[in-house]
């Protein structure tokens, strides 16, 4: 046997590599779950109710349709419209948002009051997304590359067995010093998220509250953001969930924006 | 007027809900704006006190739509014919090209409260009597035509009947008047309609348009029957044709807006006829940033020139204010949102550097619920006595709006 530790390597090899596919960096966790969690179907729609509620239980209704279409990957370049229901006074306006990867998005607005589409500033993502405590980014995803990530830990979200990533900004000027997320390990959708601030206390907390199967694709239907530090919380169920409805490219224009089709927005 | 629209509510709501996917909307709504310098020149001390509501009608059926609003207002100032059909159109919309026809609010054009390409009439009554902002615009009886090729968007409207600007009532807002003494007036409107287009594209990430207008000046002219001993005086609409171009885009951490027309006063090409508008080039720059969450701030340049600059001075009667060359005017919007977006703080200012004339409108609406929301504001006007804003330097207000919705 003068070639055993040969033997014993072949033996070994399967091992190795699958103690490899096991062991994701923090950067590969993250982006498989921004591509389960905000890039899932070629394009997606749902109808979304957001329920405002402060500290007191006093709750405001935002209600909208939202479309999603891809132009290409997972982390790539992506196209929202939203049409609002509710609040009244905002009823019948559009809002639509052109995704780029590692530079500003895109966004105008179509003001029905005095049927106006106006371009609107968007250089930061960290805003609150129509009052709710989501960020822009909350709602369609932070560039991957903006933080460093680490996977710190594995531990079980209820009785998902979860990834724990800690995910710190390269830059100075991010307004949170690192988050925390839970991501499962078989769906790779985020089940917990914590947000810290720069003086590492904890003051935003995500938690997927329902997940269904829309077409095999599983998707977070209810979610909530909490402000710790205010009391305030953001409740959202996606309704009417769906995929790979052949959306075209044009709708994703002036034209619909001035004049939603009802088709896409019911 | 109210009992015949309500009529035709009820008339054209029975088929259509058996027809059409229908929804009901509306407000209920009061507006008061009370003088704080001066009273009215028809003594009063209000510029608005009314209540109104809206009814909103809109089916679907397939590529056909319908669409009603209708306003019920009471006006405690005096004025019996403020109910009025807001929009009323029906569209068509087929893969690449739609139509609308009827009553319909058109906006073209980037600036805010400054306007170079939107052609369609506005209500400065509205805005200067602390209206809500979707009154500064007027419907105009007309079809849209939408055509949407590959390689570009194109809007035309045509419309048979002129539809002009309303400025404010001289019962209540302290207009400049050359020839105060003469009484005897008369407006006449032009017998024709107007014609718009609008080419639309995206070029590198830039939204550009162009623009072409052929109508009439939506602000009237005054022509007296003599010009040593006047005896009466008409109001009319001079002819203007428009050639005009828009741009924007990210520039920066903001939004670039750069728009530019020519105004053709097909009536006065000379320019020696000082009744009519001189053919002006009016530019607009604007940039628009967001320096901090829930702010934004909007910073406009606006510039109009005169291209018969001396045959306007030599016509121009002894008496009458002359205009400068160019007029500069810079603006400025600041909009903070407050409490997740229910509390908005906005202002705007405008200031022309040639003569003075400003406008500055800060206002603070609140929403009490997702239904319920009021505002109060304020508007404050100065410069030369014939300025635009300066001639109603005596008619600041404050207002206030409350709005149920449903």
């Known amino acids: 046997m003068k070639h055993w530790w040969i033997w014993l390597i072949a033996a070994l090899l399967p091992l190795a590599f699958s103690g490899q596919a096991q062991a994701l960096t923090g950067e590969e966790v993250m982006k498989k779950s921004q591509a389960a969690f905000l890039y899932p179907g070629k394009d997606f729609k749902a109808r979304v109710v957001m329920k405002l509620i402060n500290k007191d239980g006093q709750e405001r209704v935002r209600e909208m349709t939202m479309l999603r279409k891809n132009m290409g990957e997972a982390g790539g370049e992506q196209k929202y419209f939203m049409y609002f229901f509710q609040p009244s006074d905002v009823k019948d306006m559009t809002f639509m948002i052109y995704k780029y990867p590692a530079r500003d998005d895109d966004r105008w607005m179509f003001i029905p009051a005095i049927n106006m589409v106006k371009r609107i500033a968007a250089q930061d993502k960290r805003s609150s997304f129509v009052g709710s405590d989501f960020t822009y980014e909350d709602v369609s995803g932070r560039d991957i590359e903006d933080d460093s990530h680490a996977v710190e830990r594995e531990e079980k979200v209820g009785d998902r067995d979860c990834y724990v990533v800690r995910s710190t900004p390269k830059g100075s000027d991010a307004d949170f010093g690192h988050k925390i997320t839970w991501v499962d390990k078989t769906s790779f959708l985020p089940l917990k998220e914590e947000q810290y601030d720069k003086k590492n206390i904890r003051y935003k907390q995500f938690s997927a509250d329902e997940i269904a199967e829309v077409k095999g694709i599983p998707t977070v239907v209810r979610r909530t953001m909490k402000n710790l530090q205010t009391g305030h919380r953001s409740e959202v169920a996606y309704l009417k969930t769906d995929y790979d409805l052949g959306m075209e490219d044009s709708l994703f224009s002036e034209r619909f924006l001035r004049q939603p089709p009802r088709k896409w927005v019911d | ?406």
């Open chain 2, 1 to 406: 007027m109210p009992r015949s629209a309500a009529l035709y509510f009820v008339v054209l709501l029975a088929p259509l809900t058996a027809w059409a996917e229908v929804t009901l909307s509306g407000f209920v709504q009061q507006n008061t704006a009370f003088n704080t310098v001066a009273a009215n020149p028809d003594n009063r001390h209000y510029k608005w006190l009314e209540e109104r509501a809206q009814i909103k009608l809109d089916a679907t059926e397939g590529a056909w739509r319908l669409l009603a609003k209708g306003d019920f207002a009471y006006d405690h100032l005096g004025r019996n014919d403020q109910s009025e059909l807001r929009e009323g159109y029906v569209d068509y919309a087929a893969s690449n090209w739609d139509l609308r026809v009827g009553r319909q609010i058109i906006t073209w054009g980037l600036g805010d409260l400054v306007f170079v390409n939107d052609f369609f009439p506005k209500d400065y009554e509205a805005l200067f009597a602390g209206r809500p902002l979707e009154y500064l615009k007027r419907g105009v009886d007309a079809v849209k035509l939408g055509a949407y090729p590959e390689f570009a968007n194109f809007e035309l409207v045509l419309a048979p009947d002129f539809q002009e600007s309303r400025i404010p009532d001289a019962n209540r807002f302290r207009l400049y008047d050359p020839m105060p003494t003469v009484t005897n007036r008369e407006t006449v409107k032009p017998g024709q309609g107007d014609a718009g287009l609008r080419a639309y594209r995206d070029i590198a990430g830039y939204d550009a348009a162009l623009y072409l207008y052929r109508g009439f000046q939506r602000t009237p002219s005054m022509r007296p029957d003599n010009m040593t001993a006047p005896a009466r005086i008409t109001y009319f609409y001079p002819g203007l044709s428009t050639y005009g171009a828009s741009l924007s885009g990210r520039a920066g951490a903001g939004v670039l807006s750069l728009e530019a027309a020519y105004y053709d006063s097909r009536e006065d090409r000379a320019g020696n006829d000082f009744a009519v508008p001189n053919s002006q080039t009016r530019l607009l720059a604007g940039y628009q940033i967001q320096p901090a969450e829930d702010t934004s701030l909007g910073l406009q340049y606006y510039a109009e020139h005169m291209h018969d600059y001396g045959a306007h001075l030599a016509a121009l009667p002894a008496g009458f204010p002359a205009d400068k060359r160019w007029s500069h005017t810079v603006t400025a919007r600041l909009t903070q949102f407050f409490l997740h977006q229910t509390l908005r703080f906005s202002a705007y200012a405008s200031h022309n550097a040639g003569n003075g004339d400003h406008f500055v409108n800060p206002e603070l609406r609140y929403s009490f619920t997702d239904r319920w929301w009021g505002a109060v504001g304020a508007n404050l006007f100065g410069g030369k006595p014939w300025g635009q804003f300066g001639q109603l330097a005596h008619d600041d207000n404050l207002y206030l709006q409350a709005r149920y919705e449903f």
